[in-house]
């Protein structure tokens, strides 16, 4: 499984940005996709995932400016973020698991994860 990690940049606090992960991930297989971040010093938390039935789980910090999604033709999950604040600035990253059922809920442990993207930065002035 390759996953890319695209869309990153340098926005002023209160715009947007849409980060795309594309990827190789098996149509016969079920995967939970999630989004993760880490900012210097500190440790890779989560941020967004979204499982193999299209359910959503958000960080609370994130709750209700980011959106997850995916688009199955394309083979590719987004992460749409508004109203952004200089605390979102990070390198951020996709990342997938397998799981047994399409139901699985998302662990927030980046431990969990077995692929990852290559990370891209997003940098909020204030």
């Known amino acids: 499984v390759q996953l890319q990690a695209s869309g990153g940049g340098l926005v002023q606090a209160g715009g947007s940005l849409r980060l795309s992960c594309a990827g190789s991930?098996?149509?016969?297989?079920?995967?939970?996709v999630g989004w993760f971040r880490q900012a210097p010093g500190k440790e890779r938390e989560f941020v967004a995932a979204?499982?193999?039935?299209?359910?959503?789980y958000m960080t609370n910090s994130v709750e209700g400016r980011f959106t997850i999604s995916r688009d199955n033709a394309k083979n590719t999950v987004y992460l749409q973020m508004n109203s952004l604040k200089p605390e979102d600035t990070a390198v951020y990253y996709c990342?997938?698991?397998?799981?047994?059922?399409?139901?699985?809920?998302?662990?927030?442990?980046?431990?969990?994860?077995?692929?990852w993207g290559q990370g891209t930065q997003v940098t909020v002035s204030s």
């Open positions: 979204i499982n193999w039935s299209g359910s959503t």
């Open positions: 990342a997938a698991r397998n799981t047994a059922s399409r139901r699985t809920v998302p662990t927030q442990n980046f431990r969990d994860y077995r692929y």
């Open positions: 991930l098996s149509t016969g297989t079920n995967y939970i």
